[in-house]
């Protein structure tokens, strides 16, 4: 128990990774960047007050089923990601 309670403690404090998972790439990729400006803004409010830091991976799904699965399996088995934005369109 005690444990776990520490672990709720730290947790703002921890340095965390998000995948951001939109089209950068192909018919919608003006989503996707915009997608991605309004996320890096917020991650660097998030940066500078000083809590944990937050780490970016982008993933271009290129707006593709297929595409978008494949690549998010791999790079869940390459890196260790804690949260998922996106994906940007329903179809992925």
Do not use: W, Y
């Not at 003006?30 to 500078?48: D, F, M, Q, S, T």
């Amino acid at each position: 128990m005690k444990d776990k309670l520490r672990q709720a403690v730290d947790a703002p404090t921890q340095n965390r990774t998000i995948l951001l998972m939109a089209p950068m790439s192909g018919e919608f990729a003006e989503i996707g960047k915009a997608l991605k400006e309004g996320a890096l803004l917020a991650i660097e409010e998030n940066n500078a007050r000083g809590a944990g830091r937050i780490e970016t991976r982008t993933l271009d799904d290129q707006g593709n089923l297929i595409v978008g699965i494949h690549r998010l399996r791999k790079m869940l088995r390459e890196e260790k990601i804690d949260a998922i934005v996106g994906p940007a369109m329903s179809d992925v």
